[in-house]
């Protein structure tokens, strides 16, 4: 069984910077690709970044401020958020696509979610 653990969420100031990670550990599996998505209150859940090989993917509101990466070795995506704004207040959850090595079944898998809040 694989898990994923985040970590990294807070609060700050408007302008501020935090860094999000999320780590993938568990039964042998392929990791294809990493991402982001987030939730503000009162709102369904968006896509913020994703990264899978080379290629980095953002949500528009978020280019210039986010840098999505990843460490293989570790099989830790991050998510380095700068110039935070108010609107980008909410839970923020890591998204994996693996094979399971044991099954070779792909899943995706969901983290717990991260709260980060962006005070005005």
């Known amino acids: 069984q694989v898990r994923l653990v985040e970590s990294g969420g807070g609060s700050v100031a408007a302008g501020g910077s935090l860094r999000l990670s999320c780590t993938a550990s568990g039964s042998p599996f392929s990791n294809n690709a990493m991402a982001w998505y987030r939730r503000a209150p009162g709102k369904q859940r968006e896509f913020v970044a994703r990264i899978s090989g080379g290629r980095r993917t953002y949500r528009e509101s978020v280019k210039g401020r986010f840098t999505i990466s990843r460490d293989g070795a570790k099989n830790t995506v991050y998510l380095q958020m700068n110039s935070l704004k108010p609107e980008d207040t909410g839970d923020y959850y890591c998204?994996?696509?693996?094979?399971?090595?044991?099954?070779?079944?792909?899943?995706?898998?969901w983290g717990q979610g991260t709260l980060v809040t962006v005070s005005s």
């Open positions: 998204n994996v696509l693996i094979t399971d090595h044991t099954t070779l079944k792909n899943l995706e898998l």
